[in-house]
């Protein structure tokens, strides 16, 4: 009986000897980096349990300006600390009188620390260039003058930009044969979700120093520089923006309140973007979530009579202009009094600057009668319904796009609507479905004062190495279909212009700004109400300076109600500060 109870123990502890053994091995082995079920790095884990670090550099790529500004995060030469100093005696009346920094300040701070830390971070006290290098002489164990990546409070053209998250589910899917770590960023929407896999990082670069359990040096005081060292990488994403006209066009939208809207300020030369402001921002406290983290410049938008401009084109290729026809802008679309807009009999000029209903209307219905699709047409020759930004084949992928949360625009969705005579008229001036973003709109009136050539919008130019050579470049591109003829954009030129000069025009306001303007405004009814009354999308979208065509500006605020919420003062601003930004320059 013993003999049989030894031998049942002596199997079950062979059991559990071999089961530990399995567990064992598995940990140390097998699943060093994907352990249970929570994908754990023990590897990382061990190493993160008797080291101290300090990142330098989280290794993603960044975004700089077109100039060469870094956008969402800035380099700055700091003090660093390390934890272990209280208790050691350091030359602290030295670093004290280099850095300008007390010596109780730095005291306290060092007694408080329990890792790594840059002096008075999250707004670390800047060091000079001289400063960092006296510091770095006095060779003080625990003590460095380093320049160091800081993520900026305050981020420009935060929706163009995107934000990043970690997901470590997401990362799999998304890079499966990549080796990357469950912590690595990952672009969640903008430029960082399109330019993802070029920003992804190589390597961390940090100041690493190894503790035991009490946090106390465990090999000594030496600090390690740890670094990818790969000379190209971590990449740059040059984008087309201009930190300062950025800057202003927010401190513009905020200034005039727009809690829904925004402006895009694109330059015509090289059709690139200067400026993209959305509102509302992207919540600090919540940033995935709320309708701050959608980019509305590239969503589209119901765009009322400024797709006018469309119709004239159309208009004035079918022979449909002539200046002694008149049209009653005394009646509605449908044919009833108007009381509020009651221009009395107007011509097709007129009509253009003083933007009358009726006679868009008509003339929507007249072009349909000659092809369902014209009016169709013509907002794809002038780029409003397609996607404009840059696309492309760019290494393995035949079509990468900068912008891939870009919106398409739309004229009709039905044939029905194509055919009826009220939904034809009320297309005609931008209501019913006619929808747009305000980037594809700024990119129509480019378009017109190129002289009908259209092009691909970037807001990216290049992706350079760290070293600053090419890695990929992003020229111009002209988009695909027809386009205007140069007569008629010229025409379109004009008739834009009289918006501004015509004494009743409807963007007359701006007859007096230091740039000549040419224009349309649009107030487009959305069939939202708030108290009763309806709300508004109220637009500006022009180009300047009239003979020498610099910049296409919209401007635009969303579901306003019509006695408030008004543009102009927006553009006009705009307008203003570009000039003063040029002639600074003279």
């Known amino acids: 009986m013993w003999r049989k109870r030894a031998i049942g123990w002596l199997v079950i502890c062979i059991t559990g000897l071999v089961l530990l053994l399995v ?88 007694d408080a620390a329990k890792k790594p830390f840059a002096f008075g971070d999250p707004e670390p006290i800047e060091l000079t260039t001289s400063q960092m290098k006296r510091i770095n002489q006095l060779k003080i164990p625990g003590v460095f003058a380093i320049e160091k990546k800081f993520e900026r409070s305050s981020i420009p053209a935060e929706q163009l930009i995107g934000l990043t998250g970690e997901n470590a589910k997401e990362l799999k899917e998304r890079y499966p044969s990549k080796e990357l770590s469950e ?68 401190d513009l939208a905020d200034q005039y309140q727009i ?46 009579s400024v797709f006018k401009t469309v119709v004239a084109a159309a208009a004035m290729d079918h022979n449909l202009d002539d200046p002694t026809r008149l049209f009653d802008c005394s009646k509605k679309i449908n044919g009833r009094p108007e009381s509020k807009y009651n221009y009395g009999m107007l011509n097709f000029t007129n009509s253009f600057a003083r933007s009358c209903n009726r006679t868009f209307g008509e003339l929507a219905k007249e072009l349909q009668k000659t092809d369902p699709h014209l009016l169709e047409d013509y907002a794809d020759k002038l780029s409003l319904t397609g996607s404009v930004g840059w696309q492309g084949e760019v290494y393995h992928t035949s079509d990468f796009k900068q912008l891939g949360d870009e919106d398409k625009g739309r004229v009709f969705l039905s044939d029905e609507a194509r055919k009826d005579p009220n939904f034809i008229a009320m297309s005609g001036i931008g209501q019913h479905e006619v929808r747009a973003t305000p980037l594809a709109v700024a990119n129509m009136m480019a378009t017109i004062a190129r002289g009908g050539k259209k092009e691909m919008v970037r807001a990216v130019s290049k992706i350079e190495y760290k070293n600053g050579t090419t890695m990929v470049d992003f020229p111009e591109e002209s988009l695909n279909g027809d386009s205007i ?75 306003v109600i019509d006695s408030e919420g008004g543009i102009n003062l927006l553009f006009a601003d705009m307008v203003k500060a570009l000039y003063e930004k040029d002639t600074e320059k003279e």
């Open 23 to 110: 567990r064992l091995m598995q940990i140390q082995l097998i699943e060093t980096e994907t352990f249970s079920k929570h994908n754990v790095n023990l590897l990382e884990e061990s190493v993160n349990q008797r080291t101290q670090e300090l990142v330098i550099d989280n290794g993603r790529g960044n975004f700089l300006d077109r100039n060469g500004t870094m956008l969402t995060h800035k380099k700055v030469s700091v003090l660093v600390l390390f934890p272990f100093l209280k208790k050691t005696d350091w030359d602290i009346e030295k670093v004290s009188t280099i850095s300008g920094i007390s010596v109780n300040s730095l005291k306290f701070a060092v």
């Open 183 to 250: 912590k690595t960023l990952l672009g969640v929407s903008g430029l960082e979700e399109s330019f993802d896999e070029f920003l992804l990082p190589e390597g961390k670069s940090k100041l690493v120093y190894h503790v035991d359990g009490g946090g106390a040096p465990l090999f000594g005081i030496n600090v390690k520089y740890v670094d990818p060292a790969n000379p190209f990488y971590p990449v740059n994403i040059r984008t087309t923006i201009d930190k300062d006209l950025q800057q202003k066009a927010e």
């Open 259 to 304: 809690k829904k809207g925004g402006l895009v300020l694109l330059n015509i030369e090289d059709n690139s973007v200067l400026a993209m402001v959305s509102r509302p921002a992207i919540n600090k406290k919540d940033p995935y979530n709320g309708a701050g983290i959608t980019n509305l410049m590239v969503k589209q938008q119901i765009m009322g």
């Open 485 to 559: 003829s140069p007569y008629t954009a010229m025409k379109l030129q004009k008739l834009l212009r009289e918006v501004i000069t015509n004494a009743n025009g409807t963007g007359r306001w701006f007859k007096d700004l230091p740039y000549e303007v040419a224009g349309k405004s649009g107030t487009a009814e959305t069939g939202k109400f708030k108290d009763g009354k309806q709300l508004h999308n109220k637009w500006f979208a022009g180009y300047f300076p009239f003979q020498s065509p610099k910049y296409a500006l919209v401007a635009v605020n969303l579901d």
